[in-house]
C-alpha cells in the first residue's frame, strides 16, 4: 500500500475513534422542561369583501351585454352612496355562454346568449352593511356569491398572538420548575405550532326573505370579532433554586 494511502486511512481511524470516545456536551447535560403555550386574541374585522354576479339572458349577445352594463352602472351608484370609493369597486371580467335547445332529433339549436360579470365591493365601513345589503339584495339582477371579512394587518395580529403564546409557555415553565424547587435558566429551542387564522364570512339571510316587504334594514347582518389563535412549543433549561 503506498505511504500516501496508508497515512489516510490512519488519519481516518483516528478521527472515527476520536467520535466515539468524545464526552457528552454541557448542551446534552442540562436539565430541562418542554411546555407548549397558547395565545388567542379577538380582533373585530376591518373591512368586509361581498363578491356578486351580474348576469341577463337575451337573444343577442349585445342586448345582453347592455343589460349587465347597466345592472353594474345602477351597483356602482348604489355602493357610492354608501360612502364606497370608486377604487373599491372592482369588475375586471366579463363572460359570455350560448344558450343551446336540444331537439328531439339530437339536434341544437341557439336560442340565446348569457353574459355574466362578477363584481366585488370592499366596504370599509362596517356600518353601512345593513342599509348596502338591503339595497343590493331588493334588486333581482343582483346574485350574492360570497361575502368575506378581512384584516387590515394579519400579520400583526398573527406576532401579538404568538408573543402571548410565548409569554403563557413562560409561565406554565416557571411554575413546574418552581413546584419542584427548580428555577429557570434560559430557552434551548423554539418551535412555532400550526395557527389558527379565521377567513371568516359574514352571515346572510336568504335573498327572497330580504327581497320581502316585511324585511329589516340589516336583517342579514351578523359581524362579530375574530379569533387568532397561535400555539409554541419551548424547551426550557433548568437548574436547582
Known amino acids: 500500500m503506498p505511504h500516501s494511502t496508508r497515512l489516510a486511512a490512519f488519519t481516518c481511524v483516528l478521527l472515527f475513534s476520536f467520535l466515539n470516545v468524545a464526552p457528552a456536551t454541557a448542551h446534552d447535560e442540562v436539565a430541562y422542561i418542554d411546555v407548549s403555550g397558547a395565545g388567542e386574541l379577538d380582533v373585530f374585522p376591518d373591512f368586509l369583501t361581498l363578491s356578486l354576479e351580474l348576469s341577463a339572458t337575451e337573444k343577442d349577445v349585445v342586448e345582453a351585454k347592455n343589460k349587465v352594463d347597466r345592472a353594474f352602472a345602477q351597483l356602482s351608484k348604489v355602493a357610492r352612496s354608501h360612502g364606497i370609493e370608486e377604487d373599491d369597486i372592482e369588475s375586471v371580467r366579463i363572460t359570455n355562454y350560448p344558450q343551446w335547445e336540444y331537439q328531439g332529433n339530437g339536434k341544437r339549436v341557439l336560442v340565446g346568449h348569457r353574459v355574466n360579470r362578477p363584481v366585488s365591493i370592499t ?27 378581512g384584516f387590515d394587518k394579519p400579520e400583526t395580529h398573527k406576532s401579538k398572538a404568538r408573543r402571548l403564546a410565548l409569554l403563557d409557555a413562560k409561565a406554565k415553565a416557571e411554575e413546574m420548575a418552581a413546584t419542584l424547587g427548580q428555577k429557570i435558566t434560559g430557552v434551548l429551542w423554539i418551535q412555532e405550532q400550526a395557527g389558527h387564522f379565521p377567513q371568516p364570512m359574514a352571515m346572510l339571510e336568504s335573498a327572497p326573505m330580504m327581497r320581502s316587504a316585511k324585511a329589516d334594514a340589516g336583517s342579514g347582518m351578523t359581524i362579530q370579532e375574530q379569533t387568532i389563535n397561535q400555539t409554541v412549543q419551548v424547551r426550557f433549561a433548568m437548574e436547582e433554586d
Open 123 to 149: 366596504l370599509r365601513n362596517l356600518e353601512h352593511y345593513g342599509p348596502l345589503l338591503e339595497d343590493v339584495l331588493t334588486d333581482e339582477r343582483y346574485r350574492i356569491q360570497n361575502t368575506t371579512l
